[in-house]
């Protein structure tokens, strides 16, 4: 299973970004998926998760800003990034949990490589 993101990018303060991230293999669920970051100097640290049934989580420094949508038909995680702020820059990670492979009983975790989004001030 692959993780391969897109979206990120160079915007001005205020602007937007949208992230998406599909899972790539023999799929044939997937229990979470969301959206990491980590800064420079910085651990990483959850932006969003959205659970199969739609639920979702957000850190306390995105709510209201970002919004995190999920398509199980495609295996694919959205991050729509509105109002962005320079302190937003990072590379940004998207993660599946418990993903299910056709064939295999074992749920397994996959991060994606990283994508840059640097918010200029």
């Known amino acids: 299973v692959q993780l391969q993101a897109s979206g990120g990018g160079l915007v001005q303060s205020g602007g937007s970004l949208r992230l998406s991230c599909a899972a790539f293999?023999?799929?044939?669920?997937?229990?979470?998926m969301g959206w990491y970051r980590q800064a420079p100097g910085k651990q990483r640290e959850l932006v969003a998760t959205?659970?199969?049934?739609?639920?979702?989580n957000y850190a306390d420094s995105v709510k209201g800003r970002f919004t995190i949508i999920r398509d199980n038909n495609k295996n694919t995680v959205y991050l729509q990034m509105n109002s962005l702020k320079p302190e937003d820059t990072a590379v940004y990670y998207c993660?599946?949990?418990?993903?299910?492979?056709?064939?295999?009983?074992?749920?397994?975790?996959?991060w994606g490589l990283g994508t840059q989004v640097t918010v200029s001030s």
């Open positions: 293999g023999s799929v044939f669920s997937i229990d979470v």
């Open positions: 959205i659970s199969t049934g739609g639920s979702t």
């Open positions: 993660k599946a949990d418990g993903v299910l492979t056709i064939g295999t009983f074992t749920r397994l975790d996959y």
